[in-house]
């Protein structure tokens, strides 16, 4: 039958009085859909609970997926055993991975794991939607309603694209990677005070592998041309996907300020470096990059913003000194690897047996109990801090965080049974 496109009526409306909110209510809301939020929900909805994952990106998966970052760092320890340090959602998520050729194991002193973001990003929305946990993207921080005299959060509202998104829970963990719950709910934060460079990542492909560059030449021929093709920072990296003719590359140096304007800014400026980037690469290695041709620009990457101030700040000898706390929930060998000057970053690497622990309490703010920070926003100086920002230690965080909202219930994340904790968290933990 004919369609009557008279049919489709179109009503007039306007805006309800009072700008409600849509409602929601759970046991966990997790702020934040990068690997440690993720990983915080994930171990949360498996222990039975109800959550709620919010993220301001409009996709899930954070800076792991978006920002084309390339490579799981800090889940492996150093050559030559490289003896994984973190299980928990890496298990299944590299088994499959694994399965469709979409991962690759760059086995140099520090272990790193090159995947596709493509593929990766779509396995972690279908495990979310599976678990049925529920999702709020697009999800920006707007207000924070606490009761100061208990100490606990009890409702987080977000401004959306819709409109406003109320959630009460009886937990939150604050994996926004810029403590963003955090800061809203007045909690002291703790911030560099010199910028800490973020990077704009890019995946160019039509390349020849069989040609690329070793990493020093590289360095040496920016380090030789920099400013010729007005290049900052004089170093980086192009990570190459084995049997593949795409590599991500990670040679630019952006800020990554907190403040909308300034961050908007930064964004455009940091894809007109990459731009430049590119044009070095065709230019001055053409056998391997000279028909290069961007096939994506990632999301700002960002390193080291604002993180809370916790109950312990995690120190830069007590990472030398692999120093095994009492109440550690994550561990890594991860460098010291510190983007705080334009030109260049830090790069201390540890010898082969070495590991280092993040405590729960560098992920606790005092003072408030149904809150655990998990991934970029647990709190260390900014050297101790560039060790345990990698994805590593960030899923272990937050799968720790999951359990101590768990074993915390009703009462505060500051007085759970640390045995019990610890026998749950062990494998990201244990020899």
Same mark, same amino acid.
């Given at each position: 039958? @004919?369609?009557?496109?008279t049919?489709?009526?179109?009503?007039?409306?306007?805006?309800?009085?009072?700008?409600?909110a849509?409602?929601? /209510?759970?046991?966990?809301?997790?702020?934040?859909? &990068?690997i440690?939020?993720?990983?915080? +929900?994930?171990?949360?909805?498996?222990? *039975?609970?109800?959550?709620?994952?919010?993220?301001?990106?409009?996709?899930?998966?954070?800076?792991?997926?978006?920002?084309?970052? *390339?490579?799981?760092?800090?889940?492996?320890?150093?050559a030559?055993?490289?003896?994984?340090l973190?299980?928990?959602?890496?298990?299944?998520?590299?088994? !499959?991975? !694994?399965?469709?050729?979409?991962?690759?194991f760059?086995r140099?002193?520090?272990?790193?794991?090159?995947?596709?973001?493509v593929?990766?990003s779509?396995?972690?929305?279908?495990?979310?939607?599976?678990?049925?946990?529920?999702?709020?993207?697009g999800?920006?921080?707007?207000?924070v309603?606490?009761?100061d005299?208990?100490?606990?959060?009890?409702?987080?509202?977000?401004?959306?694209?819709?409109g406003?998104?109320?959630?009460?829970?009886? &937990?939150? =963990?604050d994996?926004?990677?810029?403590?963003?719950?955090?800061?809203?709910?007045?909690?002291?934060?703790?911030? @560099?005070e010199?910028?800490?460079?973020?990077?704009?990542?890019?995946? =160019?492909?039509?390349l020849?592998?069989e040609?690329?560059?070793?990493?020093?030449e590289?360095?040496?021929?920016?380090?030789?041309?920099?400013?010729?093709?007005?290049? @900052?920072?004089?170093?980086?990296?192009?990570?190459?996907?084995q049997?593949?003719?795409?590599?991500?590359l990670?040679?630019?140096?952006v800020?990554?300020?907190? #403040?909308?304007?300034?961050?908007?800014?930064a964004?455009?400026?940091?894809?007109?470096?990459?731009?430049?980037?590119?044009?070095?690469l065709?230019?001055?290695?053409?056998?391997?990059?000279?028909?290069?041709r961007?096939?994506?620009?990632?999301?700002? &990457?960002?390193?080291?913003t604002?993180?809370?101030?916790?109950v312990?700040?995690l120190t830069?000898e007590?990472v030398?000194?692999?120093?095994?706390? #009492?109440? +550690?929930?994550?561990? /890594?060998?991860?460098?010291?690897?510190?983007?705080?000057? =334009?030109?260049?970053?830090?790069?201390?690497?540890?010898?082969?047996?070495?590991?280092?622990?993040?405590?729960?309490?560098?992920?606790?703010?005092?003072?408030?109990?149904?809150?655990?920070?998990? *991934?970029?926003?647990?709190?260390g100086?900014? !050297?101790?801090?560039?060790?345990?920002?990698?994805?590593?230690?960030?899923?272990?965080? *937050?799968?720790?965080?999951a359990?101590?909202?768990?074993l915390?219930?009703d &009462?505060?994340?500051?007085?759970i049974?640390?045995?019990?904790?610890?026998?749950?968290?062990?494998?990201?933990i244990?020899?």
């Amino acid at each position: 039958m @004919p369609h009557d496109l008279t049919e489709l009526k179109v009503n007039t409306v306007t805006k309800p009085a009072g700008d409600p909110a849509e409602e929601l /209510t759970a046991d966990v809301c997790v702020v934040g859909a &990068g690997i440690a939020g993720l990983s915080a +929900a994930v171990e949360a909805r498996e222990l *039975g609970r109800t959550v709620v994952l919010a993220d301001a990106l409009p996709v899930l998966g954070g800076q792991c997926v978006n920002s084309l970052i *390339g490579l799981f760092c800090g889940v492996y320890g150093n050559a030559p055993d490289y003896r994984q340090l973190t299980h928990g959602i890496f298990t299944p998520m590299f088994e !499959a991975l !694994a399965a469709t050729g979409d991962i690759a194991f760059n086995r140099r002193h520090s272990m790193t794991v090159a995947y596709d973001e493509v593929v990766l990003s779509r396995w972690i929305e279908n495990l979310v939607y599976e678990l049925g946990i529920q999702v709020v993207l697009g999800a920006s921080v707007l207000a924070v309603d606490t009761d100061d005299d208990a100490g606990r959060i009890r409702a987080t509202t977000f401004a959306t694209r819709h409109g406003r998104v109320r959630v009460r829970a009886d &937990g939150f =963990v604050d994996a926004s990677g810029d403590a963003a719950l955090a800061w809203e709910a007045g909690l002291p934060c703790r911030v @560099p005070e010199r910028t800490i460079w973020g990077s704009q990542q890019v995946r =160019v492909e039509n390349l020849h592998e069989e040609f690329r560059p070793e990493p020093a030449e590289m360095v040496a021929r920016i380090k030789e041309n920099a400013a010729r093709y007005g290049l @900052p920072r004089l170093d980086g990296l192009a990570f190459f996907f084995q049997g593949r003719d795409w590599a991500v590359l990670n040679m630019t140096h952006v800020e990554a300020p907190l #403040e909308a304007v300034r961050a908007s800014r930064a964004q455009l400026e940091g894809r007109a470096q990459a731009d430049r980037v590119v044009e070095f690469l065709r230019r001055e290695f053409p056998k391997a990059f000279g028909e290069a041709r961007v096939r994506n620009y990632g999301f700002p &990457g960002r390193r080291q913003t604002r993180w809370l101030a916790a109950v312990h700040q995690l120190t830069l000898e007590e990472v030398r000194s692999g120093h095994r706390f #009492e109440d +550690a929930v994550a561990r /890594t060998s991860w460098p010291i690897e510190l983007h705080d000057r =334009v030109e260049g970053y830090v790069w201390e690497e540890f010898d082969s047996d070495h590991v280092h622990y993040v405590p729960l309490r560098s992920m606790l703010a005092p003072g408030a109990h149904n809150l655990v920070a998990a *991934g970029r926003c647990v709190d260390g100086d900014a !050297a101790a801090l560039s060790s345990v920002r990698v994805m590593g230690p960030c899923a272990a965080e *937050g799968f720790a965080a999951a359990h101590v909202l768990d074993l915390a219930r009703d &009462g505060s994340v500051h007085d759970i049974d640390l045995a019990e904790l610890r026998a749950r968290v062990h494998e990201n933990i244990e020899e």
